[in-house]
């Protein structure tokens, strides 16, 4: 057995820390049907002024858009308001009615992605489609995500609620998003459980670089731990609970151990 060791200093790999990005345009087209009650249609406001916020200190312009029977574009690029977004989210009043989603991705394609509406020639642009079951136009699928597919624009299929353990709606929702599904498919059980993909899905939308971070670590000397039970005891747990929150631990390791004389 090695002597305590009660104060460690060692370094973590973690993605996460913000570097320059490239410009890129989001729009989220918000599923305003009567399916979805006010609250949970609050409950999605309030996922999508999380997710605009945090992705606010890149070089990011976002719309907001509903679709039901009809889709209203509510904030167009040229119109975001960086200080005021909340308030422009808030502001939007749920129409009710059908769920013509494939529509909606039309309307975003033809009227949001365009230089008159702010959007930017040279930026990536990302669609971001809520829905909480299948639509009443899934025919026009294919026709409106190859016009999505001809402007270059990404698209993330969110899903929310108990419809898509369907079948069909799993495979609806999967026409929707870009390829590969496995990165641009979400599921959640409830509107309440959106910001469990918040992070995901904003890392996804703009990834960011490897760094290294050093963190220090005190270990109580009467745990009388070697430097291999500190990685595996301590170490390794702490990075679960980092991965747990979102963050991706590229490695984990003692660089430098530091005996302190009490």
Not at 131 to 146: E, K
């Amino acid at each position: 057995m090695m002597n305590p060791l009660p104060l460690c200093v060692f370094m973590l790999a973690l993605s996460g820390c913000t570097t320059a990005q490239e410009a890129t345009d989001i729009a989220f087209l918000l599923d305003g049907s009567g399916s979805v009650t006010p609250d949970q249609f609050n409950t999605m406001k309030t996922f999508v002024k999380n997710v605009t916020s945090a992705l606010l200190e890149f070089d990011t312009l976002f719309a907001f858009v509903q679709y039901s029977t009809v889709t209203t574009i509510h904030v167009n690029f040229t119109q975001f308001n960086r200080t005021g977004f909340e308030n422009q989210v808030d502001d939007i009043i749920q129409q009710n009615g059908g769920t013509n989603t494939a529509s909606g991705i039309r309307t975003v394609v033809e009227d949001v992605f365009i230089s008159s509406a702010g959007a930017r020639p040279e930026a990536n642009r990302i669609l971001i489609v809520i829905t909480d079951g299948q639509s009443n136009d899934a025919s026009l699928y294919p026709t409106v995500t190859a016009l999505a597919d001809e402007k270059n624009i990404t698209r993330y299929a969110i899903g929310v609620g108990n419809a898509f353990s369907n079948p069909l709606a799993l495979a609806e929702l999967n026409s929707i998003a870009s390829s590969p599904n496995s990165t641009h498919v979400f599921t959640v059980g409830s509107f309440e459980a959106l910001d469990l993909i918040a992070t995901k899905l904003e890392t996804s939308i703009i990834p960011t670089a490897d760094v290294v971070v050093g963190m220090r670590l005190r270990v109580s000397s009467t745990k009388n731990l070697n430097e291999t039970e500190i990685e595996e005891q301590v170490l390794k747990p702490f990075a679960d609970k980092l991965r747990d929150q979102g963050i991706t631990v590229a490695g984990i390791g003692l660089r430098k151990v530091y005996t302190v004389e009490t």
